[in-house]
């Protein structure tokens, strides 16, 4: 289980406790930042934080440092979710990635990273007119599950549930005919990334002040559980990871170059 021992910083959030464990992502790589903060994805004490264009950081979380800076193979999309899938294959450093391109072609961008670079192994595409501007992709790990997210701004968004293909194949088309289930989403304004984590979809929120939410909503029924008002922080949230005991998100700074990430206390939603 993931343990931050270090730079934690107590803040209170109504009833939710917050803790900032990296302030400034700015001051902990060498090498310039490019492109806005956009998906975020954790295994074991090693944050992934993607940006705009295909830029990837590779940050210990233990040690407040980061491991890696490099552009990813064949991706320079906007990046706007990462998910792992379940475990490493042997020999690997990490599993494999599973990024949102989110415009564009809107593809999944699978793919292998390491400390020393990356390799673009599939694309995944949902060939339907149901996500004609946006689209988002998530790993439902444990389970072994894809979901396609997105929707009108404002308005009913969904979460469109597959069998996660294998990763054999270097482009696989999903259809219609191949959705398992649909989640509808009503309480989300603005996709900003997604995480699907034991039965639950946690799904940050905005895109203006006063717009800055995490909704957690039930699969299935699509009923919102739980709502964590990221107001008081004051900064867009964007990537979004999930442990046992932790949320983690991922916030762009008033400098598009930097971000903070900071974690909320999990609640128990059974």
Same mark, same amino acid.
């Given at each position: ?14 009833? %939710?406790?917050?803790? !900032? ?10 090498? @310039?930042?490019? =492109? ?7 295994? +074991? ?17 233990? /040690?407040? $440092? *980061? ?20 475990? *490493? +294959? ?31 192994? /599939?694309?995944? %595409?949902?060939?339907?007119?149901? %996500?004609?501007? *946006? ?12 979901? *396609? ?10 979460? $469109? ?5 294998? @990763? ?29 984590? $034991? ?22 029924? =699509? ?15 964007? =990537?979004?990871? !999930? ?7 991922? %916030? ?13 206390? /999990?609640?128990?939603?059974?």
């Amino acid at each position: 289980m993931l343990r931050i021992a270090l730079f934690l910083v107590m803040i209170p959030l109504q009833i %939710f406790a917050q803790q !900032v464990i990296v302030p400034h992502l700015g001051s902990l790589c060498t090498t @310039p930042l490019t =492109g806005s903060a956009q998906g975020m994805a954790i295994y +074991q004490n090693r944050a992934v934080l993607l940006r705009h264009g295909g830029q990837c950081v590779i940050l210990d979380l233990m /040690q407040q $440092k *980061a491991l890696a800076t490099y552009n990813l193979d064949g991706n320079k999309t906007h990046c706007n979710n990462a998910s792992f899938a379940a475990t *490493a +294959q042997k020999g690997r450093e990490f599993p494999l990635l599973y990024v949102s391109s989110c415009y564009g072609d809107k593809a999944c961008y699978v793919t292998q990273i390491s400390s020393e670079g990356s390799n673009l192994v /599939q694309r995944i %595409f949902y060939d339907s007119e149901c %996500f004609k501007v *946006a689209q988002d992709w998530c790993v439902d790990a444990e389970e072994g599950y894809l979901y *396609a997210y997105g929707g009108k701004k404002g308005g009913t968004m969904y979460l $469109k549930q597959f069998v996660l293909p294998s @990763p054999t194949l270097a482009e696989v088309h999903l259809t219609d005919s191949n959705v398992i289930s649909t989640t509808p989403i009503k309480c989300v304004k603005v996709a900003q990334g997604s995480k699907i984590y $034991k039965g639950h979809a946690y799904l940050p929120d905005g895109d203006e002040p006063g717009q800055y939410y995490l909704h957690i909503v039930e699969l299935g029924s =699509g009923q919102e559980v739980q709502r964590i008002d990221l107001n008081s922080i004051g900064l867009e949230p964007e =990537g979004v990871d !999930v442990t046992d005991e932790w949320i983690y998100i991922s %916030f762009n700074s008033p400098d598009p170059i930097n971000n903070c990430i900071y974690r909320f206390p /999990q609640q128990n939603y059974e």
